[in-house]
């Protein structure tokens, strides 16, 4: 950011002398860097704000002040809320270019009931209901900057669809699909296309996808078709507690690398909110569960899914818990993150009947412990032996 004011002001120097804000021979575009930047007018007085990067023309300067025009319409602004380049709130903070996806806004709706939305910092804003009306104004990496009434925020792009989705289990599917899918839990319904519900599954009970209408899937199971929620198929086997017991999983651990995210300035808050469902692979033993984040501000505060993944954990720290640091792989929606657990169940949990009680922490890079709100030297050395690990 002090790189690109820098610039601004330096370009201003050239262009506008010091004895009062003068009419340039060219305007020079700029960009304002934070939510709600002041627009004054010639006295003084505030005549309203602007969102994050509105595109402006400046054309006088006097020390610390702007002269600037937008829609034909002259005010004042302060140089240290111009920048001469669009920033990325979404990721994490000012300061970052904002190459987008796109270069025209886009109508997008979005796709599920609940669909959270952030503010530039990266904190959540409220909620959606599904098929809310949007603009999508740019798109960088799984965040997307989107606007309703007049207002900016930021979603992420698997919340979002490019049409209306199915509400209930009525209606087609979007398209075949045609992969083989497993029921994640005992109990899971099954519905008919006017969404009654028709049948129970067990664990592990296999069916075949062959549609997906926003979080409704369409699936076949012994020649007969019915739907199902999303939520309640998962692409690989469950793991039992027996079989965690055993040494064996119904997960594949994770391959390849692992990514290595800032906790404060890059999106993997976002990607880890609160209700998501990661798959963990610890480096060393290759062990792998399922882990629910269900809070944490300074870092990700953490439950193994089922009572199977809690044995699975166990398993990796040697049968009995600790504090030690491991290092492990946090993969969400296929991408691999490198990362730190410590394995000592504390505090409190959501989840009850998991066989872990409290939850545990997993920390990604210059993330901070809750007790000293200091960065933690052996989980940061964790996650730098995750991150140069090739599984």
Known sequence: MKNRMGALVIICALVFTLCGPVQAEASMTAYTVVEGAKVYDDSGKALGTLPVNTKLSVTGVKGNICRVERDGRTGYMKTDELAANPVSQAAGGAGEAAPADQTEARTAYVARDGAKVYDA??????????????????????????????????????????????ETQSGSADGDTGHTAYVRADGAKLYSADGKATDTLSLNTMVRVTGVKGDICRVERDGKTGYMKKSDLSAQKTQTASEAAAGESGLSPARGTAVEMDWWTSDIRMIFDRGVVAQITDVETGLTWREKRFGGTN?????????????????????????????????????????????????????????????????????????????????????????????
């Open 299 to 391: 870092h990700a505060d953490c439950q193994p899914l089922t009572a199977a993944d809690t044995a699975a954990m166990k398993k990796a720290y040697g049968g009995e818990w600790s504090w030690n640091r491991r290092a492990v792989f946090v993969t969400i929606d296929g991408v691999n993150y490198a990362a730190s657990i410590n394995g000592m169940p504390h505090g409190s949990g959501s989840i009850k009947d998991n066989d872990f009680n409290g939850h545990h922490c997993i920390h990604f890079t210059n993330s901070r412990t809750h007790g000293s709100n200091k960065v933690c030297p052996l989980h940061q050395a964790a996650i730098k032996k995750a991150a140069s690990t090739r599984l």
């Open 121 to 166: 910092n990266g904190k959540p804003g409220g909620s959606l209901a599904i098929n809310t009306k949007l603009t999508v104004t740019g798109t960088k990496g799984n965040i997307c900057r989107v606007e309703k009434d007049g207002k900016t925020a930021y979603m992420k792009k698997n919340d979002l669809s490019a049409s209306p989705v199915a």
